[in-house]
């Protein structure tokens, strides 16, 4: 069955620290895709990323990036000089051909509060 | 850029009556969406939709619920009977293809009195 497991449920840094936030995940399919959203204070869910299950290169994004490791079913996101508009839920999440694609499974976020 | 468009933003009803949420998705997209979200707690899907008919469900999405595109932009979902349970946010989303980066709409805070 898939499942994605944040271990990390809140996590304070001050400002200009990096920060790294876990994500493993289970699946018994070899194609699948991964993503990470953020929800900042308002609620609204943010796409930052997608990445499948065949591309294991390293993504970065200005100040955020991603490392995707298949040998440890990780996919950890990272903010690097984190600022205050980066405090917010982050939620890692999959879907794989044992959903049809059609459903993504979300794992439980990670709250990053980032002070000032 | 393009959004996906939800109203209302928040919503209270009596339990027993029944609600429609109102989705308007990014123009060109062909896959539609239901998540929830119970306050504090994961997102979970709902539904999926596609050529007008859904394409899958979770176990949550039961008789209570359902799902119409009833034209060529809006996509609703349907509380029949709205149960206190029923109360949390429901995001809208829509994706070009299959397992693309879905565009979230910004949620209906449904609240069940």
């Known amino acids: 069955a898939q499942k994605v497991t944040q271990a990390q449920t809140e996590i304070s840094v001050v400002e200009k620290e990096d920060v790294t936030l876990d994500c493993v995940y289970e699946t018994r399919d070899t194609t699948y895709y991964l993503f990470w959203y953020k929800q900042p204070p308002s609620g609204e869910l943010v796409f930052l990323i997608r990445r499948n299950s065949f591309d294991e290169q390293n993504e970065i994004s200005g100040r955020y990036s991603w490392n995707f490791q298949k040998s440890t079913s990780s996919f950890n996101f990272t903010i690097t000089a984190s600022q205050v508009v980066d405090s917010a839920v982050y939620f890692c999440?999959?879907?794989?051909?044992?959903?049809?694609?059609?459903?993504?499974?979300f794992g439980p976020g990670t709250s990053l509060s980032v002070i000032p | 850029e393009p959004e996906v468009t939800q109203t209302p933003s928040h919503q209270v009803t009596q339990m027993g009556q029944e609600v429609i949420l109102r989705c308007v998705p990014i123009?060109?997209?062909?896959?539609f969406y239901w998540y929830r979200q119970i306050l504090g707690q994961k997102v979970e899907f709902l539904v999926s939709f596609y050529n007008n008919e859904i394409s899958e469900k979770s176990e949550i999405f039961d008789d209570q619920f359902s799902v119409e595109r009833p034209d060529g932009s809006n996509f609703t979902l349907k509380i029949r009977s709205t149960k206190l349970e029923d109360s949390a946010m429901y995001f809208c989303?829509?994706?070009?293809?299959?397992?693309?980066?879905?565009?979230f709409g910004s949620g209906t805070r449904l609240t069940v009195v």
């Open positions: 123009s060109n997209h062909l896959y």
């Open positions: 989303a829509s994706s070009p293809v299959r397992s693309d980066g879905y565009t």
């Open positions: 999440a999959l879907s794989d051909l044992g959903t049809s694609y059609d459903k993504v499974i």
